[in-house]
């Protein structure tokens, strides 16, 4: 069984004073912790309970692909508003100093597809919320969410606790 709080870096006072930023970056850097982090999803997201990942920009994107290879599932992207060509679906949010735009190209999800939703971080659960909204909004079904790293103390698990969510790190 391997630590990953060891491979995960703490910056304190970034990206502003107060903030301790964790850094998954380290993980990627070591094949045996990204397999580490892959086997114990598996543990957890049984293959015929969904049908495709998708990915929240940026970092969700990394952990949905590898889940996807690993599973033999595709992936979408879940991206800010105007990084995606085509036709969007698209949801407005509230964040922390306003509000954010999140979207989907349209054609990528079929009506009924039961998709797990992949972040490096749940910290307020305000993206994590509005990315299921999203899906929703698609015709899409939320079939979990997958996050290497939960910040307990921001409750953003409380925002999406109707969901099959699994975090593998907790602070």
């Known amino acids: 069984m ?23 970056s380290p993980i990627l850097r070591d094949p045996s912790a990204i397999s580490y ?6 543990k957890y997201f049984h293959p015929k309970d969904f049908d495709i990942f998708a990915g929240i920009e940026s970092r969700g994107f990394l952990f949905a692909c590898a889940l996807a290879l ?4 595709g992936m979408i992207l879940i991206r800010k508003k105007g990084k995606l060509p085509g036709k969007t679906e698209k949801i ?18 079929k009506k009924g597809q039961r998709v797990v939703i992949c972040d490096d971080l749940l910290a307020t659960g305000g993206t994590a919320k509005a990315s299921a909204k999203l899906i929703e909004k698609m015709g899409g079904k939320v079939a979990g969410f997958a996050f290497i790293i939960e910040l307990t103390e921001l409750g953003g698990m409380n925002e999406i606790k109707k969901y099959n969510c699994k975090s593998l790190v907790k602070y």
Do not use: C, W
Not at 92 to 109: F, M, P
């Open 2 to 24: 391997m630590n990953l709080k060891e491979k995960i870096d703490e910056f304190p006072n970034f990206p502003k004073k107060g903030i301790i930023f964790r850094d998954f």
């Open 37 to 42: 982090v892959v086997e114990e999803f598996t």
């Open 70 to 73: 690993h599973y033999k599932k």
């Open 92 to 109: 407005s949010y509230s964040i922390e100093y306003g509000k954010d735009v999140i979207e989907i190209q349209k054609h990528a999800l």
